[in-house]
């Protein structure tokens, strides 16, 4: 079979492999379509908080496929059944899991990182990890099942969010364009606040999808604050951006008894100066991973049209040339790629 294989820093192949075999308590699928995301950038460029990553590894942990074979111990699935994995696996024994906290797991392990993934022709998965994907749902938008569950979990779960609210996501990459177009979905008012670099792509398809833009490197932030909510502040700020700064200017703009939601993963250490934080009673909250309810809430959002993969996913990268599609997302040149695994 193909496989996409990290060999090094920045440095990904095409190579032959072997179909793996299920054992009998797993299923073997063939991969659909699988889908590029910020830790899929960040372990490409090999940074810190990924160098633990075993290389070569085959990369890829959001995807869609049919299961094709199943173990002689499996009785929930069969050939034919179309599926998504949750990739952060959890251990079901440590005091979070008993919690009812799985996503925070203390010995979690993440498909295509702690193992090999699904930038694949087939991979094998414990069905435990597998949900159906509705008739509804194409298998190439189920691809962005997992980061669209990321934002359920962040909104739904996560937030304060209520219809009429004023809201600002930072970043426009695909969790805060999910992010965004949950809340919208809710009735929000939305800002999504970017750079310059990205407001030759990401942001003019936010505008496509009805939902307000900002590029904070041509127009002032404090401006929008002020047209927007009176210079009150947001309600709710969701942090995307996986970059220090964002929960500090979370802070700056959003309201007394507002709350920031950081959603991204900042790479180095903030320096909060926490008076104004406690002062202003701001909640600040972080929002990590997803559990399998926000799972289900995905697969309904995109089966009954709130989420429109179409409007996110780009299949214009081949897997044939995956380079290509990590340099495109780190230049903030599309939002989701996805390659696609069956052929077509």
């Not at 499996?74 to 034919?80: L, N, R």
Request: proline fraction near 6%; aromatic fraction near 6%.
């Amino acid at each position: 079979m193909k496989q996409i294989v990290q060999t090094g820093p920045e440095s990904v192949e095409v190579q032959d492999g072997e179909r793996p075999e299920p054992d009998p308590g797993e299923v073997l699928v063939r991969v659909h379509s699988a889908g590029l995301c910020g830790s899929d950038a960040h372990a490409y460029k090999y940074e810190g908080g990924y160098e633990w990553i075993p290389i070569p590894r085959i990369m890829g942990h959001e995807y869609s496929g049919e299961i094709v074979e199943v173990g002689a111990d499996v009785t929930t699935f069969e050939p034919g059944d179309r599926i998504v994995e949750e990739p952060i696996h959890h251990c079901g024994e440590c005091f979070q899991c008993k919690n009812g906290q799985e996503n925070v797991c203390q010995n979690f392990s993440i498909t295509g990182m702690h193992r090999d993934g699904a930038y694949a022709d087939y991979t094998v998965v414990d069905p435990h990890h597998l949900h159906p994907i509705p008739d509804g749902v194409p298998l190439a938008h189920a691809a962005i099942t997992e980061p669209t569950s990321i934002a359920t979990r962040a909104v739904f779960s996560r937030s304060a969010v209520t219809p009429g609210d004023t809201v600002l996501v930072e970043g426009p990459g695909p969790i805060g364009v999910l992010v965004a177009a949950i809340a919208d979905s809710m009735g929000a008012n939305v800002l999504v606040s970017g750079l310059a670099k990205d407001a030759v792509s990401r942001l003019p398809q936010l505008e496509k999808m009805g939902i307000d833009t900002i590029d904070i490197e041509s127009s002032a932030l404090e401006d929008a604050v002020d047209a927007r909510t009176d210079g009150i502040g947001f309600d709710v700020v969701f942090d995307t951006t996986g970059h220090r700064t964002g929960v500090e200017t979370g802070i700056d703009v959003v309201r007394k008894g507002g709350q920031v939601v950081v959603v991204g993963l900042p790479g180095e250490p903030s320096d909060l100066f926490m008076t104004p934080i406690v002062r202003g009673e701001i909640d600040l909250t972080t929002s990590y991973g997803s559990t399998w309810s926000n799972f289900e809430q995905a697969l309904r959002l995109m089966e009954n049209g709130t989420i429109d993969a179409d409007e996110i996913v780009s299949t214009s990268y081949s897997a044939s040339d995956p380079a290509t599609a990590f340099e495109a997302f780190l230049n903030s040149e599309v939002i989701k790629p996805v390659f696609r695994f069956d052929g077509d």
